[in-house]
């Protein structure tokens, strides 16, 4: 990883970070993708500034039912935390053949929290979906050099209602449903 400077700001470019990732939920990773991934702007002093985070969720191939679905990321909020107006959603659609059909932006979140936001989009059965949801995360203080976050998703099988923040897990948390669902929770750690 490389440090650059601009504007008085250190900068560090993270790819998608794959390490120490797992996956929980009845979400087969063959059919629904969850990445992240993040750039880091430091202070002069090396410190954490605020993160850039770009979460996706990709569908591999299109879904049997078209409901409301629900997403949710949580972190751990001791150090960090939303960067007010800063979320931008967007929502890719492909046909079969995998060329881009539509996109839609939105910038309103369902859901805020400590350490967490969430949001509801559509899915649309008769295309591949891919969501994508950045925002921007950022601390007074940082001690530590890494976080967890949990990225989860909950695909509508039967009337869905509501996306909520569950009990803290290790270092974070993770996302709940209501309704009748289908959900995949994937826990990443993210380090500068």
Known sequence: M???????TWT??????EEGMETFGSIKNEDLRIS???TV???????LKEMYVNCEYEWKTPTSFGYEDAWGIS??????????????????????????????????????????I???VNQDITHKNTHNQTFYLEG????SDEVIIFASYGH?????????????????????????????????????
């Open 75 to 116: 972190w751990d909020h001791k150090e960090l935390y939303y960067k007010d107006d800063s979320y931008i959603g967007r929502t890719y659609r492909y046909d079969v053949g995998g060329s881009l059909d539509t996109w839609q932006k939105y910038n309103s979140l369902s859901s805020i929290g400590a350490g967490f």
């Open 140 to 143: 007074d203080h940082v001690e």
């Open 156 to 192: 509508g099988t039967l009337f869905p209602k509501g996306v909520g923040i569950a009990s803290p897990a290790y270092r974070g948390g993770a996302a709940y449903f209501t309704g009748s669902y289908e959900d995949q929770t994937r826990r990443f750690r993210l380090d500068w």
């Open 118 to 120: 969430g949001g509801y």
């Open 2 to 8: 490389n440090d650059f400077q601009y504007e008085n």
């Open 41 to 47: 702007f430091r202070n002069p002093d090396h410190t």
């Open 12 to 17: 560090q470019i993270v790819s998608a970070h």
């Open 36 to 38: 992240i991934s993040y």
